[in-house]
């Protein structure tokens, strides 16, 4: 099992540039395929993007590809979310999340652990 926990969101203006961390607690971290998924008031939750155990393999919803890069350090058990040209459509509480079993997804359902999330707002 595995506890997440996010930070790093908050208020910025269109085009701004920010990094949300995920820290993992555990000894399994690398063992875990890790995403971001966000969900904006009123909608369903939507995939961001999700990198593999050893962080080779990288997956990114259209919406955020070119813009936004995830990483991780297993040595750190942290993952990343680098998100530049930020956009009012990108307002959305930020979940970070782990899938347990080999793979990766774009399926929000698909992940085991999830963190509390961490919300960004961007002004237009």
């Known amino acids: 099992q595995v506890q997440l926990v996010e930070s790093g969101g908050g208020l910025v203006q269109a085009g701004d540039s920010l990094r949300l961390s995920c820290a993992a607690s555990?000894?399994?971290?690398?063992?875990?395929?890790m995403g971001w998924i966000r969900q904006a008031p009123g909608k369903e939750r939507e995939f961001v993007a999700a990198?593999?155990?050893?962080?080779?393999?990288?997956y990114y919803a259209d919406s955020v590809k070119g813009r936004f890069t995830i990483s991780r350090d297993n040595a750190k058990n942290t993952v990343y979310l680098q998100m530049n040209s930020l956009k009012p459509e990108d307002t959305a509480v930020y979940f970070c999340?782990?899938?347990?079993?080999?793979?990766?997804?774009?399926?929000?359902?698909?992940?085991?652990?999830w963190g509390q999330g961490t919300q960004l707002t961007v002004s237009s």
């Open positions: 999340a782990a899938k347990s079993t080999r793979g990766m997804t774009m399926t929000p359902s698909g992940y085991d652990y």
């Open positions: 555990g000894r399994t971290f690398s063992s875990y395929t």
């Open positions: 990198i593999s155990g050893s962080g080779g393999i990288t």
